[in-house]
């Protein structure tokens, strides 16, 4: 989508603020707006206290503004089209509608007011589930400021997977970066399974070649960009957090092959918005809005 913005959601969390920095050089290397929009409706608490408005929105506003001066911080060169809006609608909701027209929704893994002992907020989760364009969900901006490091996307032969695949092409080419495509035989856990060393053999040649179909013509579409294919036998999660310990990002698709009609988030995607610390890209076959 043509200069589609992307769009933040802003709490004036830590999280939030690391969203912001990793949302500014998303837009930077896209040419793309940046929208940063806070929400100020807490689902009824207006109406029992009719005075909490104009202090919502006067803390959303100054969120806002902190997110700008992060933003601007960021933006050095300044290239970025940077914009703000205040919604009063529930932030899940609002985020999700505004994934009609944005290019990628980014959201913090966890803002304020959510439970500090939990490992996901439910913005995060519930925009994760139900957005209608690649949605990013970012913890930590450190260890990845410097942009090094791979692209590391699951490929599972699914449709999710394949508008995935593309999207990761996309992103090694406006980074530089190398694609590791890794590609896990099964889901399930095989280690107490025996399987002969020459099945394993005969079975890795023919997945190996679904990979390579998976891949097939988005190599030829982005010729500069390296990928190096990983095949393994089975848990594709633990395989690509172990892939993503020195990546800059993991990009998956929504669901993969054990997905079905109306499943919001499978196994693997859902696994990895609960537990990686890495960038996490989640993408959804247009096909599903």
């Known amino acids: 989508m043509t200069n589609a913005p992307i769009v933040v959601g802003v709490d004036g969390s830590p999280s939030s603020s690391d969203a912001v920095r990793w949302a500014t050089r998303e837009a930077e290397i896209r040419h793309a707006p940046l929208l940063l929009l806070s929400c100020i409706s807490y689902r009824g608490a207006e109406a029992a206290v009719p005075c909490i408005g104009t202090e919502l929105r006067a803390r959303a506003e100054r969120d806002l503004a902190a997110a700008v001066g992060i933003a601007q911080t960021q933006n050095r060169e300044g290239e970025v089209d940077i914009r703000t809006e205040v919604h009063a609608q529930y932030a899940p909701a609002a985020l999700v509608d505004c994934s009609d027209s944005a290019g990628m929704i980014v959201v913090g893994r966890r803002g304020l007011g959510e439970f500090t002992g939990g490992l996901l907020g439910s913005v995060s989760s519930i925009v994760a589930r139900h957005a ?97 294919v990983v095949v393994v036998r089975d848990r594709p999660v633990r395989h690509l957090l172990a892939e993503a310990e020195q990546a800059q990002l993991i990009v998956v698709g929504s669901h993969g092959r054990g ?6 988030l499978g196994s693997t995607s859902e696994a990895l918005l609960h537990i990686t610390t890495c960038p996490l890209l989640i993408v959804r076959p247009r096909s599903e809005d």
Do not use: K
């Open 132 to 228: 209608r364009c690649p949605v990013a969900v970012i913890e930590g901006w450190s260890r990845v400021e410097d942009g090094s490091g791979p692209v590391v996307v699951g490929a599972d032969g699914s449709a999710a997977s394949s508008a995935a695949i593309d999207v990761a092409f996309e992103e090694c080419a406006l980074r530089g970066a190398e694609l590791v495509a890794l590609h896990a035989w099964s889901d399930q856990n095989l280690s107490q399974i025996h399987i002969d060393p020459h099945q394993w053999e005969a079975a890795e040649q023919s997945e190996r070649v679904l990979l390579a179909e998976c891949l097939a013509g988005r190599t030829e579409r982005y010729p500069d960009v390296v990928v190096r």
């Open 259 to 264: 997905g079905f009609a109306g499943m919001t």
